[in-house]
């Protein structure tokens, strides 16, 4: 006698049953997704101001802060934390982390960065580097050729 | 010489139910750890992100044992699954205790406050509490710095999908053993 319960077809249809969820778990992830989604609006309104910067920090100290370069200039930030240097470039591609003394070698990994809110962290060697502002405002400056009173 | 055992110190035999959880919460922990370490040897799917399979065990865990065999599971399978990773006392292995540690409070405090809820919105609500949880540890004694927070909402966004599949996974489990049962 076959056992129907556990035939692979019978198995695949509960297991479909389960993802699909209720209409309780729907509702649930509907409001998750809109907080989350609202968060995220306030979070780039706050980050989208000025020109695009690089801010080197070291725990509460802010290192460094430079405007992403237009040129092909490039900037090396050595950056000291809790277990050593870590070697931060800034350059038109964005921000990276050319290396690092930590194991683990997450920041290394990560690559470059330039879009507003990017951010990459040594956890260990408590550093971040974080780009705000954005390329819009490039075309929003303001530019006077004189100010009269 | 013989020894003789006074009857008074014999300490009770444990009840046969007992013995049987401790069994299950003993292959749930082993379960946990395998899916911990497994995941440790996937791929990342991205700095910071995780699947967070082992939270179908602490799920489970809390659907057959209740809420302290759950809570126990979550800090027992971080500490024993980091000693085979080679990452204990390490930042990460802080972090992860730290999300481990917030995910089963928030699901166990769900759980008593609403017994009906289902195991694919409990997993939701513990996924973005555990991604939540370990942003807070990372700020507070890492980084420092609120700005790490701008990474938060897309990691948020994968939590969900995450949680989802993971109490998906749970609720299909928790339904065969229980028919069986």
């Known amino acids: 006698m076959i056992d129907t319960d556990n035939h692979p077809k019978a198995n695949l249809a509960s297991f479909r049953q389960c993802l699909k ?4 778990d729907r509702f649930v992830l509907l409001l998750l997704l809109l907080s989350i989604v609202f968060l995220w609006f306030q979070i780039n309104q706050n980050l989208s101001q000025g020109l695009p910067t690089a801010y080197i920090y070291h725990g509460k100290q802010l290192l460094a802060s430079y405007p992403l370069p237009m040129d092909d200039k490039v900037i090396h930030v050595p950056a000291k ?10 350059s038109k591609l964005g921000v990276r982390f050319v290396s690092s003394p930590c194991l ?11 879009y507003t809110g990017s951010v990459i962290a040594c956890v260990p060697n408590h550093i971040m580097a974080v780009i705000r502002g954005s390329d819009a405002n490039n075309d929003k400056k303001v530019h006077f050729d004189a100010i009269s009173e | ?5 006074k009857k008074s110190n014999i300490p009770p035999r444990p009840s046969l139910a007992s013995l049987e959880d401790k069994a299950i919460w003993l292959s749930f922990l082993l379960l946990a750890i395998g899916l911990h370490v497994f995941e440790a040897t996937l791929p990342s799917l991205g700095p910071w992100f995780k699947l967070g399979l082992a939270n179908i065990m602490t799920l489970l865990a809390l659907m057959f044992l209740g809420a302290r065999a759950a809570f126990m599971l979550a800090i027992a399978r971080v500490i024993v699954g980091s000693i085979f990773i080679g990452t204990l006392f390490t930042p990460t292995f ?3 205790l730290a999300g481990a540690l917030t995910a089963a409070t928030v699901l166990v405090g769900l759980y008593k406050a609403f017994p009906r809820i289902s195991l694919i919105s409990l997993s939701l ?3 973005i509490a555990h991604m939540s949880g370990q942003f807070i540890t990372v700020e507070t004694w890492f980084i420092q710095q609120p ?3 701008y990474l938060l909402p897309p990691l948020l966004l994968l939590s969900c999908v995450s949680g989802w599949i993971n109490g998906a996974i749970a ?3 928790w339904q065969r053993l229980h028919r069986k049962c």
């Open chain 2, 125 to 127: 609500f513990a996924a």
């Open chain 2, 1 to 5: 010489m013989t020894t003789t055992i």
């Open chain 1, 21 to 24: 969820g209720t209409w309780m």
């Open chain 1, 81 to 90: 934390g809790e277990i050593g240097i870590s070697d931060i470039e800034i």
């Open chain 1, 104 to 114: 683990t070698h997450h920041c290394t990994l990560a690559g470059s960065k330039k």
């Open chain 2, 94 to 96: 802080f972090i992860s």
């Open chain 2, 147 to 149: 700005a790490i927070y």
């Open chain 2, 171 to 173: 609720s299909y489990i």
